[in-house]
Structures are given as C-alpha cells and as structure tokens.
C-alpha cells in the first residue's frame, strides 16, 4: 500500500467554477477524514466518513461544499461555485476504527486550489 | 468541546542545542495526543502518539513528549536538534466524545540555525 493518495496535487480554477477532488485512503481504513489548511494555519476540520456514512460536518463545510464515499472506499469532495476565499490547501486522512479506537491518521499530500 | 493551544507560533535553536515546543490542551474525556510534523511541500508525518498507556512516550527522530495530565500539557522536547528538523510542528488532539477526529493546534514553526 503507497498510502493514501490524493488527486490532483494542484488545481487552478477561475472563480464561479466547480472543482471536484479524489481521495484514496489506505486500503483497509475505514474512516476517512477531510481538512483544510490555510497559510499560516493548522489544518481545519471538514468532514468525516465511517466506511459509505458521512457522520459529521463542520459549520466551515457550506452548501457549496459536498463530500461522497459512495463505497466505502475513495472519497470526493466538490466545491460549487467557487470563491478565491476557498484558495487552501485540502487534506485527505484515513484510519482505522476498532471499536471505540481509532489507530493513528495517516494523511496524504492535499490538494492545492487556487482560486482566481 | 475539545481545543490546543500552542504557546509559541515559532521557535528558534541552534543546532546540537535542545528543542522544546509546547502544547496546552482541552478535552472533556480522556484524550488521545499526537504531535505531526509538516515539511515544506510534504504532508503531515505522525511523529509520535499518546493513548492513556505510558505518560512518556518516544517518537521518530528522537523526539519525545510527556502528557501531565495536571497540567493539560504535552510539550514535545528533543535534547539535540538537527538541521533537519527545521519544519512546523502541530499538536492534535482527538476523544472519543467526539467520535475520534482531530483537532489541530496553529503550529509551531521550528528554525535550526548552523
């Protein structure tokens, strides 16, 4: 397993437009986890994933924002109508959860949108 | 609701001398504690992890922290610093209250001087 993989590592969209990013978690982690991370900022809550069920949202994730984990496996998140506000850094973690523990998150390499 | 605080936004060493960076938290059940590391265009690397069993715990690249849990803290130490280890440095914090996810504190920008 190469870790948990984002896709694309960069991504420049003019303002108004939609952008639609992927996460690849390690393979056998069923929870899954997005954040944002701004200049000079730690990461930031978004959204989690228990295996397909989002099971929070973040009052930052506004109705411009959706996230999908249609099987369990890859997630997506969209932005809809873009702001130059949402020009951050979108970080993908996943781990596993046993029980009532969870092993440590291991995140990826983000996505970085810039919005002009 | 859970919180860190980092104390410092940026520390600076000299090589060989020792580092210290601390971290203040705030959860409403027994937590567990992480310190990750951020390399310029790299993604966050655990660098070591509390969960309730020994109070001094030993991470990567000889770093270590110690949870007092009197003292809400977790301070990450390294007794020589390294070149190396020039990175921002964040403190999380994560309980089950609140289903296990993390909560990041600003960072600590650490700067290694020859």
């Known amino acids: 397993d190469t870790g948990v993989s984002q896709d694309p590592r960069h991504k420049i969209t003019k303002r108004g437009q939609n952008v639609t990013f992927r996460c690849d978690p390690i393979?056998?982690?069923?929870?899954l986890y997005w954040y944002r991370q701004t200049l000079g900022q730690g990461p930031e809550f978004l959204t989690y994933?228990?295996?397909?069920?989002?099971?929070?949202k973040s009052r930052l994730l506004s109705d411009r924002f959706s996230a999908e984990r249609p099987k369990g496996s890859f997630s997506t998140l969209e932005i809809q109508r873009t702001e130059q506000g949402d020009s951050a850094m979108y970080l993908c973690?996943?781990?596993?959860?046993?029980?009532?523990?969870?092993?440590?998150?291991?995140f990826g390499q983000g996505t970085r949108l810039t919005v002009v | 609701a859970q919180s860190v605080t980092q104390l410092d936004s940026h520390v600076s060493v000299s090589e060989g001398t020792p580092v210290l960076l601390r971290c203040n938290y705030s959860?409403?059940?027994?937590?567990?504690l992480f310190w990750y590391v951020q390399h310029p265009n790299k993604g966050l690397q655990l660098l070591l992890k509390?969960?309730?069993?020994?109070?001094l715990v030993k991470g990567i690249n000889g770093f270590e922290a110690e949870f007092k849990k009197s003292e809400t803290s977790f301070h990450l130490t390294k007794p020589s610093a390294h070149m190396s280890d020039a990175a921002e440095y964040f403190c999380?914090?994560?309980?089950?209250?609140?289903?296990?996810?993390?909560?990041f504190g600003q960072g600590t920008e650490l700067s290694v001087k020859p």
């Open positions: 973690a996943s781990s596993l959860r046993q029980g009532a523990m969870n092993t440590e998150a291991f």
């Open positions: 393979s056998e982690h069923n929870r």
């Open positions: 994933f228990q295996n397909e069920a989002q099971l929070e």
């Open positions: 959860s409403s059940y027994s937590p567990s």
């Open positions: 509390y969960t309730s069993a020994a109070t």
């Open positions: 999380v914090v994560s309980d089950r209250a609140q289903g296990g996810k993390l909560i």
